[in-house]
């Protein structure tokens, strides 16, 4: 048997490799880490933690007009800072950084900072330092990608919009995915004035068509000027700011335009291909169903597989390795049934499949659909709808998909998200009594299906 120094090399301390890392350990095993940015990776440093806050923030607005609108209050002359608001947002981002590096120490994971790569099968360069594992741990993530048009480099990534010096007041939005919504919503929220372009029919492919056409239509209700079948042809400096070519001749001023085009693998220059692991041609590790890639001692987990792109995913994927290697429990990651939202403004989230995606595997699919005004907006004069879906297979009654744009969505599908994942009927919905007066109650009170 080798002499490694360490069970387990990790390459990458996002949310993946910093759970399969620590319960290796806890496991038993000899672990060490290495991450070349910020520990806690895309979700901690410009992902789902300071995007949710931003969210946050950007709520503000519409509560201050509600508040006076409908509900009494008179509210002073507001006010929003931008460097206030990005500074305590790295303080706190920070602060997790610190309580990642605490956890990984206290479990006995050894910390590298720096750029590893992997030379051979089980032998990892890190900082100029080589050192040996029985097993090698990929899981470094995704990073945002750019379409090639002329003055691309004059756009920016997520990463960027996460500390922009200061707020755009005029912001072109370019992709039709989460992040795209979700920071249209928030440069909207925080007051600047936002064009979201789509280069299809309809964003959020992939999403319920109920859910796509319902936040269509109230996000434009919000201001944003959501425009479909558009795309940026070219990027210049203007002497406002900056001004994109759309492709059907016209321009827009802005004075930043974001690309949420996706997400690619962060592979490249890791030495996976040259010791033999395989590759899929967008850069993905190729796995099988335990999360080993083509050579028995590297592993991969997480956005870089890009199997289902989320945080909790890639913590499920890393237990599940760390059962596998370590604690004599063999554990296939289960994709089914995750559930996800999108922090839009409204909220969307779903669990579950589509209608379209039940009516082609299912002979008859029964659909349950409600829209209506939340009660809060009664005396705001609000027009805003809450849509809410469910999709049941009527041979079993199984309730197969479950779909939500309102307030609070993600909380509401999170508990609804256990139930379909328990293979409950439509009936079993409908004997549950609701909690009254929520929107959630909705939920168990629809009775006739939509003809
Ligand atoms: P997505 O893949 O979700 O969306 C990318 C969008 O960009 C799509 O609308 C796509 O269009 C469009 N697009 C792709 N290439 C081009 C191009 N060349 N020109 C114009 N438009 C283009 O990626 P995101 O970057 O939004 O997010 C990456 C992943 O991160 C998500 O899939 C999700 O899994 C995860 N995420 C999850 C969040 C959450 O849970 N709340 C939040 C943020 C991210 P088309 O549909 O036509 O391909």
């Given at each position: 048997?080798p002499?490694y120094?360490y069970d387990l090399f990790t390459l990458g301390a996002g949310s993946g490799g910093?759970r399969a890392s620590?319960v290796a350990?806890?496991?038993?095993a000899?672990v060490a880490i290495a991450?070349?940015?910020?520990?806690?990776g895309?979700?901690?440093?410009?992902?789902?933690?300071?995007?949710?806050?931003?969210?946050?923030?950007?709520?503000?607005?519409?509560?201050?007009?509600?508040?006076?609108?409908?509900?009494?209050?008179?509210?002073?002359?507001?006010?929003?800072?931008?460097?206030?608001?990005?500074?305590?947002?790295?303080?706190?981002?920070?602060?997790?950084?610190?309580?990642?590096?605490?956890?990984?120490?206290?479990?006995?994971?050894?910390?590298?900072?720096?750029r590893a790569v992997v030379v051979d099968p089980h032998t990892i360069e890190v900082?100029?330092?080589?050192v040996t594992a029985e097993h090698i741990l990929i899981a470094v993530g995704g990073w945002?990608?750019?379409?090639?048009?002329?003055?691309?480099?004059?756009?920016?990534?997520?990463?960027?919009?996460?500390?922009?010096?200061?707020?755009?007041?005029?912001?072109?939005?370019?992709?039709?995915?989460?992040?795209?919504?979700?920071?249209?919503?928030?440069?909207?929220?925080?007051?600047?004035?936002?064009?979201?372009?789509?280069?299809?029919?309809?964003?959020?492919?992939?999403?319920?068509?109920?859910?796509?056409?319902?936040?269509?239509?109230?996000?434009?209700?919000?201001?944003?000027?959501?425009?479909?079948?558009?795309?940026?042809?070219?990027?210049?400096?203007?002497?406002?700011?900056?001004?994109?070519?759309?492709?059907?001749?016209?321009?827009?001023?802005?004075?930043?335009?974001?690309?949420?085009?996706?997400?690619s693998p962060l592979t490249a220059g890791l030495g996976l291909q040259e010791v033999g692991v395989e590759l899929d041609e967008g850069g993905a590790v190729i796995v099988d169903e335990y999360s080993r890639t083509s050579l028995p001692s590297i592993w991969a987990i997480g956005d870089v597989t890009d199997r289902i792109q989320?945080?909790?995913v890639a913590i499920h994927e890393g237990m599940c390795l760390a059962a596998t290697l370590f604690?004599?429990?063999p554990t296939k990651p289960n994709h089914?049934?995750?559930?996800?939202?999108?922090?839009?403004?409204?909220?969307?989230?779903?669990?579950?499949?589509?209608?379209?995606?039940?009516?082609?595997?299912?002979?008859?699919?029964?659909?349950?659909?409600?829209?209506?005004?939340?009660?809060?907006?009664?005396?705001?004069?609000?027009?805003?709808?809450?849509?809410?879906?469910?999709?049941?297979?009527?041979?079993?009654?199984?309730?197969?998909?479950?779909?939500?744009?309102?307030?609070?969505?993600?909380?509401?599908?999170?508990?609804?998200?256990?139930?379909?994942?328990?293979?409950?009927?439509?009936?079993?919905?409908?004997?549950?009594?609701?909690?009254?007066?929520?929107?959630?109650?909705?939920?168990?009170?629809?009775?006739?299906?939509?003809?």
């Amino acid at each position: 048997m080798p002499n490694y120094d360490y069970d387990l090399f990790t390459l990458g301390a996002g949310s993946g490799g910093v759970r399969a890392s620590r319960v290796a350990a806890g496991y038993g095993a000899r672990v060490a880490i290495a991450e070349e940015r910020d520990l806690g990776g895309t979700c901690v440093n410009v992902g789902c933690i300071p995007k949710k806050l931003l969210v946050y923030a950007s709520h503000y607005s519409q509560d201050f007009s509600d508040a006076v609108a409908g509900y009494g209050w008179t509210v002073g002359e507001t006010n929003f800072d931008w460097k206030t608001l990005i500074s305590n947002k790295d303080r706190e981002i920070e602060r997790l950084n610190g309580i990642y590096a605490g956890l990984l120490d206290s479990a006995g994971v050894e910390r590298f900072q720096g750029r590893a790569v992997v030379v051979d099968p089980h032998t990892i360069e890190v900082s100029g330092r080589r050192v040996t594992a029985e097993h090698i741990l990929i899981a470094v993530g995704g990073w945002p990608v750019l379409p090639e048009i002329p003055g691309i480099e004059h756009a920016m990534t997520s990463n960027e919009a996460f500390h922009l010096e200061e707020m755009p007041q005029r912001v072109i939005v370019v992709g039709g995915g989460y992040i795209a919504v979700e920071f249209a919503g928030i440069f909207q929220g925080l007051g600047s004035q936002v064009t979201q372009l789509y280069r299809g029919p309809l964003f959020l492919r992939g999403f319920d068509d109920d859910v796509r056409n319902t936040l269509a239509q109230e996000i434009r209700n919000r201001g944003i000027d959501l425009r479909f079948d558009t795309n940026v042809a070219r990027i210049e400096r203007s002497v406002s700011g900056l001004s994109a070519r759309l492709e059907d001749g016209s321009v827009l001023e802005a004075d930043a335009i974001l690309f949420a085009t996706g997400r690619s693998p962060l592979t490249a220059g890791l030495g996976l291909q040259e010791v033999g692991v395989e590759l899929d041609e967008g850069g993905a590790v190729i796995v099988d169903e335990y999360s080993r890639t083509s050579l028995p001692s590297i592993w991969a987990i997480g956005d870089v597989t890009d199997r289902i792109q989320l945080t909790p995913v890639a913590i499920h994927e890393g237990m599940c390795l760390a059962a596998t290697l370590f604690d004599g429990r063999p554990t296939k990651p289960n994709h089914d049934d995750v559930a996800s939202a999108v922090f839009s403004q409204p909220t969307v989230a779903c669990v579950g499949l589509t209608e379209t995606q039940a009516r082609s595997r299912f002979d008859q699919v029964e659909i349950y659909r409600s829209t209506f005004r939340p009660l809060k907006n009664t005396l705001i004069g609000d027009d805003e709808r809450t849509m809410m879906k469910i999709v049941v297979d009527s041979v079993t009654d199984r309730v197969l998909g479950c779909h939500m744009v309102g307030p609070e969505a993600g909380e509401i599908i999170q508990g609804l998200a256990v139930a379909i994942k328990c293979g409950a009927t439509k009936a079993q919905f409908d004997a549950t009594i609701g909690i009254h007066p929520t929107a959630a109650e909705e939920f168990v009170t629809m009775r006739e299906p939509v003809s």
